[in-house]
């Protein structure tokens, strides 16, 4: 089948992405480790076989040039006002296909993960997958011309519920693991990083 899913990743600027994070590779700089997760997060979304477009919403130009070298298209963070208004706002320019929103910090996605939760999202309903904890979100998915309505932020799979989407449930650990701190990136990694994130993560000892 031809894929049809648009998918809005919006990244901070790298200075000040990921804060929980700094610190957990040693000798590392922390813009570097930030923008290798969306790197391979991006890699694999556009590997997947139900995604059409891959649209990155980001004001760091650092940012911009490495997703636009693996395929996405780059829009400037025009609303300004935090992740949900970065999600809205891309959305908003994806309308006229089903569109997922879907968190920049997914340095293990196997496109095959992606791909199988985009399958049981299609319908007439809002969807989303709760990450690995169970209450965070890190997709959310509607159809083509329904308002995505994101609620991106602590508690935010209760918040998805309670607006109405409908839980995905699936075997996608991949999919499900973003990465906040350096326990989050020593998951991540025993699951298998993408080329980006592990040639950062290299041989470096993660921070306790």
Known sequence: MKPTWGVVLPVKRLTAAKSRLRGALTGVPHERLALALAQDTVA??????????????????????????????????????????????????????????????????HPADLSEALRKAAGPDRHFVADAPGTGTVLLAAPAGMRLDPRFGPGSAAAHRRSGAVPLTGDWPTLRRDVDTAADLAAAVRLGLGAHSAETVGAHCLSP
């Open 44 to 109: 694999a979304t556009v590997a997947s076989d139900e995604v059409a477009e891959v649209l990155a919403v980001t004001d760091d130009p650092v940012v911009g040039r490495a997703l636009a070298a693996l395929g996405a298209r780059v829009v400037p963070d025009v609303p300004g006002g935090g992740l949900n208004a970065a999600f809205a706002y891309g959305a908003g320019l994806l309308a006229h296909r089903p569109v997922a929103a879907l968190a920049a910090d997914l340095p293990a996605l």
